[in-house]
Structure formats: structure tokens, C-alpha cells
């Protein structure tokens, strides 16, 4: 029972510089932006677009370090997710907690130790966003934006002022998935998001290291991963 509380918990709420080029100069989404800047921030943006759009089928092993409010430890997952447009996904974790979740038909399943639970996803609810860590700021004016360099990636960095809290919180139980920070690491060259760092309002901070993936992989061919040792 612990386990699954623990589980249900996060997906719940998640309804739940070292840098060598780029300076770290902030940004405010709502002035006038440095032409660089804003041509670095478009361009990172435009790539996070692209892979969501062209992402018919996506499937990954990832490593996920996440905690939720009330829990003052991370827990280190390892996590195989595969994905099929327009909205079908299904994460299989293992480590301290294993669980598996599906996303169907606008429905959630949770299933840990053989038990599962069952919400609606949201209307607002973004699969990649919410269960995969990566958004491009649908509501940019609500967040100050930074832009970075770390090595050859490009990092984009998301966060809400203060003052966009108090409408959210009036509800905070509907609103916990909300996100207020994030952070996201892009190989411009393969135009694959690499890793991303992701706060919500009802108090989950996780982080996703994508290790492997693989994007619009043919159905009949076997995953690499997959594939049976001689």
C-alpha cells in the first residue's frame, strides 16, 4: 500500500553554468529581447514544436529523478516509455517504487503491485509536457525566459513569477499539475530533446534524462533494446 500511495501520489500531482557561449541573460518574455537571444530562444522553441509534431511514435529509456511534496527524498526510476500519436503512452518504471502507467483514450491508469487506479486526463493535460517533461511555454507571457549554451546543447529555461501563483492557487488541488518551472537541454544538430527539468505548482520536481530514443521507428522492426542476445 505504501508503494502504490507513494506512486498515485505523484502522478496525482503531476494532474497531476557551466555555460561556454550564450550568456545566461534573463529574459522577460514581455520586453524587448537582444536579436541573439531571441533568435537562440525562437530557434530552441521551434525544435521542441517540430519533435512533438513529427513524433508520430516515440519510444525511449529514460532515467527519472523526481519527489512530490511532503516527500523530502528523490526516487530514482528507470523508466521505458513508448508513445503513439495523437495520445496513447505507456511508462514502465522500475527501482525503488515500480509502476506502470497508461494514458488511453483520455484516461489514466496507475498500476502498482497489481492494483490500479484510474483518473480522466485533464483538458489541459499535455502528454508530453505533463508525463514526459517536455513543453514549449503554450502560455510563453506567463513565464521569464533565459536562454544558455552547454556545450553543443541548447538549454531553455522557463519560470512564473510569483504574480501568476494567486489565480492557481485558489484551487490548488485542481491546479497542482500546473507548471511553474522548466527546463529543457536540446541537441539542435539530431533536433531531440536530451534532458529536462520540470516543477509544478502542487510541489513535484522531476527531472528526465533521455538516454536512448528512438523517433518513427517502423512498426515491424525491432527496438534495439529489444532485440534477443546470441
Known amino acids: 500500500m505504501k508503494k502504490f500511495a507513494l ?6 500531482l503531476c494532474f497531476c553554468f557551466n555555460g561556454n557561449t550564450a550568456p545566461a541573460a534573463s529574459v522577460n518574455s514581455n520586453s524587448d529581447k537582444p536579436n541573439y537571444i531571441r533568435n ?72 502498482i503491485e497489481d492494483k490500479t487506479d484510474v483518473r480522466p486526463l485533464e483538458v489541459d493535460e499535455d502528454i508530453f509536457e505533463h508525463f514526459l517533461g517536455i513543453g514549449y ?48 537541454w536540446v541537441d539542435p544538430i539530431k533536433g531531440r530533446i536530451v534532458k529536462s527539468h520540470v516543477k509544478s505548482l502542487g510541489g513535484r520536481d522531476i527531472t528526465y534524462t533521455y538516454r536512448e530514443q528512438w523517433v518513427n521507428q517502423k512498426k515491424k522492426q525491432k527496438h534495439p533494446a529489444l532485440k534477443s542476445k546470441k
Open 7 to 12: 506512486v498515485n501520489l505523484l502522478f496525482f
Open 137 to 184: 511555454f503554450k502560455n510563453i507571457k506567463m513565464y521569464d525566459l533565459r536562454f544558455r549554451t552547454e556545450g553543443d546543447l541548447y538549454v531553455l529555461k522557463g519560470e512564473m513569477p510569483m504574480k501568476y501563483w494567486a489565480p492557481l492557487q485558489k484551487d490548488i488541488i485542481a491546479n497542482s499539475y500546473k507548471t511553474i518551472f522548466m527546463e529543457i
Open 40 to 111: 537562440f530562444m525562437e530557434e530552441t522553441i521551434a525544435i521542441i514544436k517540430k519533435f512533438e509534431k513529427n513524433a508520430k511514435n516515440f519510444s525511449a529509456n529514460i532515467s527519472i529523478r523526481q519527489k512530490v511534496a511532503g516527500i523530502t527524498d528523490f526516487v530514482n526510476q528507470d523508466c521505458r516509455i513508448e508513445y503513439q500519436a495523437p495520445g496513447y503512452l505507456k511508462m514502465i518504471s522500475k527501482g525503488m517504487y515500480p509502476y506502470s502507467v497508461i494514458v488511453s483514450n483520455r484516461q489514466v491508469f496507475t498500476t
